[in-house]
Nanobody, 121 residues
Framework: QVQLVESGGGLVQAGGSLRLSCAAS????????MGWYRQAPGKERELVAD???????NYADSVKGRFTISRDNARNTVYLQMNSLKPEDTAVYYC???????????????WGQGTQVTVSS
């Protein structure tokens, strides 16, 4: 199995910054995609940003120019730097990884437990 552990959430005022981290561990052969999703109360989970092993990135329109995703392949870790935070960024943020375990032939999707980000106005 692959485990994802997130950290870095919390309470911040509008305009502030937070940095989320997510470390993957377990019997990992490779991870080809890592990303962050978020889910606000009463809303569906949505993609915030993702990044390939080759550092190609993809962002939701709502966070472009404010959030930056990066990864450390050697440490199987993905980061989300969130600047200029807005109250509408308030949500539970989930780490996601598409990973292949040793002695497995296919990739599977894995999720972290989520970390709360609250932005006050």
């Amino acid at each position: 199995q692959v485990q994802l552990v997130e950290s870095g959430g919390g309470l911040v005022q509008a305009g502030g910054s937070l940095r989320l981290s997510c470390a993957a561990s377990g019997r990992i052969f490779s991870i080809n995609l890592m990303g962050w999703y978020r889910q606000a109360p009463g809303k569906e989970r949505e993609l915030v940003a993702d990044i390939t092993s080759g550092d190609n990135t993809n962002y939701a329109d709502s966070v472009k120019g404010r959030f930056t995703i990066s990864r450390d392949n050697a440490r199987n870790t993905v980061y989300l730097q969130m600047n200029s935070l807005k109250p509408e960024d308030t949500a539970v943020y989930y780490c996601n990884a598409r990973a292949r375990e040793w002695r497995h032939v296919s990739y599977s999707n894995y999720w972290g437990q989520g970390t709360q980000v609250t932005v006050s106005s």
